[in-house]
């Protein structure tokens, strides 16, 4: 259960948070047919993510990484335009605010993209083999992945109700805010896949700054929750301090129950903000809590200088850990997977972001220890993504054979 809790809670905060401010922008700009906008936009980025998840599911042409190049880089050129849009002034002609609805529209749209094909997806990892579906295991995921939908959604809607009740100035400014935190997590994140597909040469400040946030999973979300919060304690603040005023009895108690409604409104998303904060800090790490890399077996050469290890020892499926020392010293860390029936995943305990924080099994998955990337098994052994770095192997009467020099030209890794 707290897998999936704390999955649908990382993929869906930030951008169901986001998607809130921009509807109310849009909203409050009282542009002629600005919710047809906000549907159109969201339809479409939910028609995108539907059409990559069945692709994902059914064929293997469908990569994350190309899929998210497709949504990131139109966000990195709408992003300047739309802010310029939200702050100047001329945002009150109708040129303006026509370019406001339509570029905050195509942002809705990129934002579904990006998020709801995980959702889509989650469901299938739910594997029960041959078993009921009515199991415990099974149950308690579909619990997990329900509650912390429905909790992020309550977030995006009370961030929507207290959006329409503030100030446009506040509202704009907040907006602004998002937008310019999103765009440097997605600059980010473009950097990162642009280094593992190797399109650029990583430089020293790129690698740096990747892993700064890969180690800080929760950066942006805690960013956003500030957000949040913030839009609480002003609407809090306003329904207290708000005078009742009104030309007639019945005026009086209309406002007096809006400013009840706001003062509830705020006190629930106070209640969801900390479900979220929970969620991403202390189920995380009852849920992480123990990971650890089980001790690598020793291998050395043998007397022709090769590393050989019997296929029996490694044909039962689960993830086999082995150690090199290397001349200097260096513990180089391999790991070894059967596939399929005549396919095995070797690779160095190390991928090119993360480093050689490594690998564990959970379950039937095999997971990176740093960022919880799920890996498919199938493609541990090619590069690219947070796969193992490929280590080069041999299949000979029955043994898999590693020759030593092709482990020491890795082992800067595991310095």
């Known amino acids: 259960m707290l897998q999936y809790l704390i999955n649908v809670t990382d993929n869906t905060f930030v951008p169901v948070i986001m998607i809130a401010l921009l509807s109310a922008v849009m909203v409050k700009s009282n542009y002629s047919h600005c919710k047809r906008y906000i549907t159109v936009g969201f339809l479409l980025g939910f028609v995108a993510a539907l059409i990559y998840a069945i692709l994902k599911r059914t064929t293997g042409i469908a990569i994350r990484e190309f899929y998210d190049l497709g949504v990131i880089i139109p966000w990195l050129v709408i992003a300047l335009p739309l802010l310029i849009c939200l702050l100047v002034k001329s945002c009150h002609n109708r040129f303006s605010q026509a370019l406001l609805i339509v570029s905050s529209g195509l942002a809705i749209g990129l934002l579904s993209a990006q998020f709801v094909p995980n959702l889509l997806l989650y469901p299938f990892e739910f594997d029960v083999g041959m078993e009921s579906i009515f199991n415990h295991d099974y149950l308690s995921k579909w619990v997990g992945y329900g509650f912390s939908l429905v909790v992020t959604l309550l977030i995006g809607l009370f961030a929507y ?104 409104t705020s006190l629930w998303m106070i209640a969801t903000v900390a479900i979220t904060a929970y969620t991403v800090t202390r189920a995380r790490y009852i849920f992480e809590k123990g990971v650890e890399l089980t001790p690598a077996e020793p291998v050395t050469p043998d007397a022709n200088g090769l590393i050989v290890i019997p296929l029996e020892k490694v044909n039962d499926g689960n993830l086999h850990r082995y150690g090199y020392k290397a001349t200097d010293g260096t513990l180089v860390r391999f790991i070894v997977i059967k596939k399929s029936e005549n396919a095995y995943g070797v690779g160095f305990d190390a991928c090119d972001i993360c480093g050689a924080s490594g690998y564990y099994q959970r379950g039937n998955q095999v997971v990176c220890i740093l960022c919880d990337v799920v890996m498919n098994i199938a493609t541990i052994g090619f590069s690219g993504g947070c796969n193992p770095v490929p280590l080069k192997y041999e299949i000979i009467d029955g043994n898999m054979v590693i020759r030593p020099a092709n482990l020491e030209a890795e082992k800067s890794r595991f310095k």
């Open 161 to 264: 109700r207290m959006c329409l009740r503030l100030a446009d100035k506040f509202v704009v400014l907040i907006t602004a805010l998002a937008i310019t935190i999103l765009t440097l997590a997605n600059g980010i994140n473009f950097i990162q896949i642009l280094i593992v597909r190797r399109f650029i040469a990583p430089q020293k400040w790129m690698m740096e700054l990747v892993i700064f946030v890969l180690a800080h999973v929760n950066l942006f979300i805690f960013a956003f929750m500030a957000i949040a919060l913030c839009l609480t304690a002003v609407l809090y603040f306003k329904a207290n301090t708000t005078s009742l005023v009104g030309s007639n009895p019945a005026q009086v108690r209309k406002l007096k129950a809006k400013l009840r409604q706001d003062r509830r």
